[in-house]
């Protein structure tokens, strides 16, 4: 069982616009900076949001992200199909000096 | 470019050692900003942070391994090494280095990965 709590699935329509939600507590969210990741099928994850919110380059404004108290959340506007795929929350634990991941969400575009 | 590659065996028997190694570039593994992560994915299952180490040989790992983990570096190859004692069937799965940044704690870059098949 994930430290990091995610949704299992989320869905949406071309076009349309998701909200993946992930929930911690004080040691790990609320102490800590989130990071998302996309890990799409035969691929290697990739870094989307870093700092709770800020996008590396090459990453488009379609996704963003939040964070308030031990909940973060990641928006992903305009979807694609090849938005398809998993996509996981992560931050450090201060309480059990270590890295942690979300269960992980995968998104569906119909 | 920052680049990692993480090479390994692809299948080890029960109980044998499973030695890794990340192989960077781009980067050296002396900045102290920046240290490399292992993380694993299972079959069907969610991604696994398993250890990480920076620099000033600071180092930590998952509790529910750590009796069996050991993550070293050896800058002057830029390669960092994971090891994993007396591996199970539990431990299949898909292994990947990443790049990790200091302080505010991401993975920035990630190696391809490799896969694992604990089986005898």
């Known amino acids: 069982q994930s430290v990091l709590t995610q949704p299992p699935s989320v869905s949406a329509a071309p076009g349309q616009e998701v909200t993946i939600f992930c929930s911690g507590r004080?040691?790990?969210?609320?102490?800590?900076?989130v990071s998302w990741y996309q890990h799409l099928p035969g691929t290697a994850p990739k870094l989307l949001i870093y700092e709770n919110n800020k996008r590396p380059s090459g990453i488009r404004d379609r996704f963003s992200g939040s964070k308030s108290g031990t909940s973060a959340t990641l928006g992903i506007t305009g979807l694609q199909t090849g938005d398809e795929g998993d996509y996981y929350c992560g931050a450090w634990d201060s309480s059990l000096g270590a890295g942690v991941f979300g269960g992980g969400t995968r998104l569906t575009v119909l | 470019q920052v680049t990692l590659k993480e090479s390994g065996p692809v299948l080890v028997k029960p109980t044998e050692t499973l030695t890794l190694t990340c192989t960077v570039s781009?980067?050296?593994?002396?900045?102290?900003?920046?240290?490399v992560s292992w993380i694993r994915q299972s079959p069907g299952k969610a991604l696994e942070w398993l250890a990480h180490?920076?620099?000033?040989?600071?180092?930590s790992s998952t509790a529910s391994l750590r009796s069996r983990l050991t993550i070293s570096e050896d800058p002057s190859k830029s390669q960092v090494v994971l090891t994993i004692t007396n591996v199970d069937p539990v431990d299949t799965g898909a292994y990947y280095c990443a790049r990790t940044v200091d302080f505010y704690y991401y993975m920035d870059v990630w190696g391809e990965g490799t896969t694992v098949t604990v089986s005898s």
């Open positions: 180490i920076f620099s000033n040989d600071e180092k």
């Open positions: 781009g980067f050296s593994l002396s900045d102290v900003k920046m240290g």
């Open positions: 004080f040691s790990n969210i609320g102490n800590n900076p």
